[in-house]
């Protein structure tokens, strides 16, 4: 069974940064996608960035150029930095793995479509 565990998230000044870690326990990133999603109150979850297992990766418009993913196989972690925060960026900040076949830019879009999720990790920015 898959397990994964974030860990990073804080309260933050805008402007400021933040990595987030996600360690899989029960999985080994050598197939499937792996991302991060984030989710404030009130609205939907959103694919925020994601990576393949080729090591392709994609971003939101809303994130491009401030936060990157990537990830460490032997440890099977996946980061995300998280530069140039602003008050938006707010949101429990999840990490998700799709196992099977999937193409991360069409994946990202559609969080229903992830098998493993972490317990989240909650990202404040204040102005």
């Known amino acids: 069974q898959v397990q994964l565990v974030e860990s990073g998230g804080g309260s933050v000044q805008a402007g400021e940064s933040l990595r987030l870690s996600c360690v899989a326990s029960?999985?080994?990133?050598?197939?499937?996608?792996m991302g991060w999603f984030r989710q404030a109150p009130g609205k939907e979850r959103e694919g925020v960035a994601g990576m393949g297992a080729g090591g392709t990766t994609t971003y939101t418009d809303s994130v491009k150029g401030r936060f990157t993913i990537s990830r460490d196989n032997a440890k099977n972690a996946l980061y995300l930095q998280m530069n140039s925060l602003k008050p938006e960026d707010t949101a429990m900040y999840y990490c998700?793995?799709?196992?099977?076949?999937?193409?991360?830019?069409?994946?990202?879009?559609?969080?229903?479509?992830?098998?493993?999720w972490g317990q989240g990790t909650q990202v404040t920015v204040s102005s």
């Open positions: 029960g999985d080994a990133f050598r197939t499937g996608c």
């Open positions: 998700a793995r799709e196992r099977g076949a999937c193409t991360i830019s069409w994946f990202l879009a559609r969080p229903g479509l992830w098998n493993y």
